[in-house]
């Protein structure tokens, strides 16, 4: 089993800077692929970003050139660098980790922390 708790969510003002930061313990030691998803209220979750064990990152349209994801093996944690927010990216952003290099094929999920950006 694998264990993710995130941290670094809350509220800010359009335009502002968060980092979320999501901790992995527990078996992780074939941990590959690594992101972040988000679900807003009414809506499905999205894909946000997503990095596999070797650097490799993919974003969704609608953060790229403001959100950088990044991971620090040797600290088990996983970062979501968010700049120029909107109020359309508040939502719940979870954090996820699979075995695999393919983030969809069952994942481990974290709680979730919230992100509030006000107009």
């Known amino acids: 089993q694998v264990q993710l708790v995130e941290s670094g969510g809350g509220l800010v003002q359009a335009g502002g800077s968060l980092r979320l930061s999501c901790v992995a313990s527990?078996?992780?030691?074939?941990?590959?692929?690594m992101g972040w998803y988000r679900q807003a209220p009414g809506k499905q979750r999205e894909l946000v970003a997503k990095?596999?064990?070797?650097?490799?990152?993919n974003y969704a349209d609608s953060v790229k050139g403001r959100f950088t994801i990044s991971r620090v093996n040797a600290k088990n944690t996983l970062y979501l660098q968010m700049n120029s927010l909107k109020p359309e990216d508040t939502a719940v952003y979870y954090c996820?980790?699979?075995?695999?290099?393919?983030?969809?094929?069952?994942?481990?999920w974290g709680q979730g922390t919230q992100v509030t950006v006000s107009s």
């Open positions: 527990g078996s992780i030691v074939s941990i590959n692929a």
């Open positions: 990095i596999t064990s070797g650097g490799n990152t």
């Open positions: 996820a980790a699979t075995r695999t290099s393919i983030l969809a094929i069952n994942p481990y």
